[in-house]
């Protein structure tokens, strides 16, 4: 019979750290904190999962066109691959095009100086908008990351301040009064945690993947450079 009153217990005690019960039975800020942070974790969770195929997607369409690239080998090669590739949202493809819509416009300007420059700069801005596209969830993330902690802080001190003056007003320091507040007030962190540490993982992982990718993008940038270069020379 005392086993039942043990396993009894344990099973009131789980019932009230479940939870949906913390959650039931937290005042209106208590909810609120943790209501904003669950909804900051299923945020960051979409946009590490939203971003990882776009990331690999944008790679991949990158890597392709670089292949592609490789084989020409003059200006009436590249003009082609312009045509078949216009309007294309791979990343490198998108720097060509710059390129070549910069060249096309150049015609048959004698500055040559003044063309060199303009093509640099088009290459640098479309390496630019890429790697920006690329980025784009960093900022959201790095924010769920630092700030989540913080507002799981809030939470608990919050709770506690609640318990406490739920003591002060009956006067009664038993642990079964006391440990439901405690735990609602303690579970706010832990939903904290549970939002900041995937995020920040993510983060770190992400900015040195588009890291990667940008070193990436401005050698395939170098390289279209010192080819439309020559021929720019060539014709002139």
């Known amino acids: 019979m005392p086993s039942l009153g043990i396993s009894g217990d344990a099973g009131l005690a789980d019932s009230i750290l479940s939870p949906i019960t913390l959650f039931l039975h937290a005042d209106m800020v208590g909810r609120l904190v943790m209501l904003l942070l669950l909804c900051a974790s299923i945020w960051s969770w979409a946009l590490i999962l939203g971003q990882g195929f776009r990331a690999r997607s944008m790679r991949h369409g990158s890597r392709n066109f670089e292949r592609a690239y490789t084989k020409a080998e003059s200006m009436g090669e590249l003009e082609r691959f312009y045509d078949r590739y216009f309007g294309s949202t791979d990343p490198s493809a998108r ?68 318990s406490f003056s739920q003591i002060a007003a009956g006067g009664n320091t038993a642990m079964a009064i006391v440990g439901p507040g405690i735990a609602e007030a303690l579970f706010s962190t832990a939903l904290g945690l549970f939002a900041a540490i995937p995020a920040s993982v993510a983060y770190n992982r992400m900015s040195h993947s588009v890291n990667n990718f940008e070193a990436q993008l401005n050698r395939f940038s170098d390289r279209i450079y010192i080819t439309l270069s020559r021929a720019m020379d060539a014709r002139h």
Do not use: C, Y
């Open 95 to 162: 720097i060509f095009l710059s390129a070549m819509q910069t060249v096309k416009n150049a015609g048959r300007v004698i500055d040559h100086e003044g063309e060199r420059e303009r093509l640099a700069v088009s290459l640098e801005s479309a390496v630019g908008a890429s790697v920006e596209e690329m980025a784009s969830p960093l900022t959201s993330l790095a924010t769920i990351g630092s700030v989540s902690p913080f507002v799981g802080l809030f939470g608990t001190v919050w709770g506690i301040m609640h």
